[in-house]
């Protein structure tokens, strides 16, 4: 079964601490993972995307990496920012048709004063 | 704002009443997905087309629910005698081409409670 598995299930981390988040998945055949930032309420918005042959991607204090071995991928949030405060998901695209995508059931990150 | 607008954002409505949500893509995008996010979770593919054809519909997708693209551009989402289980978040999302690199860029949400 496809499955993305994300740990932690929450996080609160002080303003300006950064903080790293894990993403394991067995997806297959695989095609390309991203990073999605939820706000409450919102639909996800995408902060990357790596394909198989890509280790790392960032996007601004956002750096993602991704190990296609070990089907690992982790999110890091440099100096953290209030505004950080949301759910992130990690979401798998399948190669197979409608390029559907499966999704994490998210880390929920608190950013506090 | 991702050009993706889904109305109404909220809706209750009780046990047995029918819903239908609409979903508006980013206009050139041809694929247009929706998807059922309950609360600590993460979205559930339910169905996607292209164009206007439906391709694929998700077990998840009882035969209440109905969803249409007539003519390649908005979403209409149905929900017919509604049930406290189909209390969630429907995300709707689009993206241009069969690419799987290419972004699929998700509304706001309709958030449905049954009472």
């Known amino acids: 079964k496809n499955q993305v598995e994300q740990s932690p299930q929450s996080l609160i981390i002080l303003e300006g601490k950064n903080c790293t988040l894990q993403?394991?998945?067995?997806?297959?055949?695989?095609?390309?993972l991203r990073w999605y930032k939820q706000d409450t309420g919102r639909g996800p918005v995408s902060l990357t995307i790596?394909?198989?042959?890509?280790n790392t991607k960032s996007n601004g204090r956002y750096t993602a990496t991704l190990d296609a071995d070990t089907k690992q991928s982790s999110l890091h949030i440099t100096a953290s920012q209030l505004s950080d405060s949301a759910s992130y998901i990690c979401?798998?695209?399948?190669?197979?048709?409608?390029?559907?995508?499966?999704f994490g059931t998210g880390t929920q990150l608190k950013v506090e004063l | 704002d991702t050009g993706v607008s889904q109305d109404p954002r909220h809706k209750i409505t009780k046990r047995g009443q029918n819903v239908t949500f609409r979903c508006d893509p980013i206009?050139?995008?041809?694929?247009l997905y929706w998807y059922r996010q309950t609360l600590g979770q993460g979205p559930e593919f339910l169905t996607y087309?292209?164009?206007?054809?439906?391709?694929?519909k998700s077990r998840l997708l009882s035969d209440r629910f109905s969803a249409e693209r007539p003519k390649g551009s908005f979403s209409t989402l149905e929900i017919q005698r509604t049930e406290q289980g189909d209390s969630a978040m429907y995300l709707c999302?689009?993206?241009?081409?069969?690419?799987?690199?290419?972004?699929?860029?998700f509304g706001p949400g309709t958030r449905l409670t049954v009472l």
């Open positions: 999302a689009s993206s241009l081409g069969t690419i799987s690199y290419n972004e699929q860029f």
């Open positions: 993403c394991n998945y067995t997806v297959s055949p695989f095609s390309n």
């Open positions: 790596m394909t198989f042959s890509e």
């Open positions: 979401v798998v695209t399948h190669t197979g048709g409608g390029n559907k995508l499966t």
């Open positions: 206009s050139e995008h041809n694929r």
């Open positions: 087309f292209q164009n206007e054809a439906q391709l694929e």
